[in-house]
């Protein structure tokens, strides 16, 4: 049975997002990523997980500077340590890395997903599928 409070919380937190979680989320969000599904601002046991995958049981938290202190570095090992015991793996970017490497942090997030839930490869990313590739092959083929 989920908390009242912590439904509270998570919907305050939906309504102010950060401008990474924004940019985070403008990828999840509707199936985008591959149709994985995401939900946002989760309530999980005594925790509310910013990005989470049901289906490969994968959390994404983002970290603002507030994350660098010892005492909330503290805080957040033993939560991921309580999501790693409950079969959740937990993917934790600084924002300021999203903002630099964003290809890094898709790929790092799309290599997590595949590995606990394998998706096939949607069908304008497959290997002889496009266009200019089906083009080649006839100018090789003298065709």
Known sequence: MQNPKQTALARALRKHDTWAERLLWSWLRA???SAYKFR?????????????CVEAQVN??????????PEQRSKDEKRDEWLEE?????LR?????????????RDAIWKALQDRAPHPLPEYCR????????FSQERKEGG
């Open 31 to 33: 199936r985008r990523f």
């Open 60 to 69: 994404i938290e983002l970290d603002g500077s507030l994350h660098g202190y």
């Open 93 to 105: 970017y600084w924002n300021g890395r999203l903002r630099r490497e964003k290809q890094v942090v």
């Open 127 to 134: 290997p002889g599928l496009c266009k200019s590739n089906r």
């Open 86 to 90: 409950q079969g959740i793996k937990v």
């Open 40 to 52: 946002r601002q989760r309530p999980y046991g005594p925790y509310i997980l910013d990005f989470f």
